[in-house]
């Protein structure tokens, strides 16, 4: 008789639905999830991580957005000062260029002057941009990573009557940005017309005299940039739509704004709204 133990069978392998048991999402730190019975060290308490973000970032962008709230006050009084100044000079002259000053909220203020509306609106958000825009390539930017986040102010340009007359669909171009950092200090792009001179933002702390100079040249970019009539055959029809919204059918548009290359990027585009 053959006593001879039966070979022992090989190890059967393991069901699909075990083997691929730790193939799924990976551990909140992205390594691998761990096999049964060989639990991974405990995480870095995720209350840190929450506190140190809060600590570090969030209170930059606070101290930021306090910092850009500053700036569009003092924006605001540099600019009523200005139409006060432009006003009176003005006036003897022709009475009928009107020169107005328009506070509309906390966050928006307007400049009337002539056929041209000035809209200066603050975004309530503090933002940052590719590494390659703008000032973020500077040292002064890489020395300190909360010099990388900024407030930011932006002036458009609208035809007064636009606004007046609620003519939805007429354009505003964007004149100029201010952007706004930790230190107080401020990075100025825009169009062309501003003819701005080249920026250090270590150089540029808020003064009243910066923000006037902004205030100035959005001003002279509007009055020197002249509505274009459209060719007539864009305009020999109109809609009964187009009738009953206000909308005039030989509507101008400024074609005269451009930005730089390196100054188009997709943040500066439309309304903050």
Known sequence: MDTTKPPKSATPPRPASEATANAGT??????????????????????????????????AKQAIYRNTLATFALLRQVSQELVVELSRRITPVDSTVIIEYRPVNEMEFHIRFSGDLLVFVMHSNIVT??????????????????????GHIMAYNFMADSIKYQRLNDPGYLVG?????????????????????????????????????????????????????????????????????????????????????????????????
């Open 129 to 150: 941009f590719p590494d390659d825009y703008g000032p973020m390539d500077t040292k002064y930017v890489q020395e300190d990573f909360r010099r990388r986040f900024f």
């Open 26 to 59: 990976p551990n909140s730190n992205n390594t691998a999830t761990h096999a049964p019975g060989a639990p991974a060290a405990a995480p870095t308490d995720r209350l840190d991580l929450i506190f140190d973000g809060l600590r570090q970032k969030s209170s």
């Open 177 to 273: 940005r201010l952007l706004i950092n930790i230190d107080n200090h401020y990075f100025l792009e825009g169009v062309q017309q501003l003819e701005l001179p080249d920026n250090d933002m270590s150089d540029n702390p808020i003064t009243a005299d910066g923000l006037r100079l902004f205030v100035e040249s959005a001003m002279v970019a509007a009055v020197n940039n002249d509505l274009i009539a459209p060719p007539l055959n864009d305009i020999q029809k109109v809609s009964v739509k187009q009738k009953l919204e206000n909308q005039q059918v030989s509507r101008g548009s400024k074609v005269g704004f451009s930005f730089s290359r390196e100054q188009q990027h997709p943040s500066v585009d439309g309304l903050p709204y």
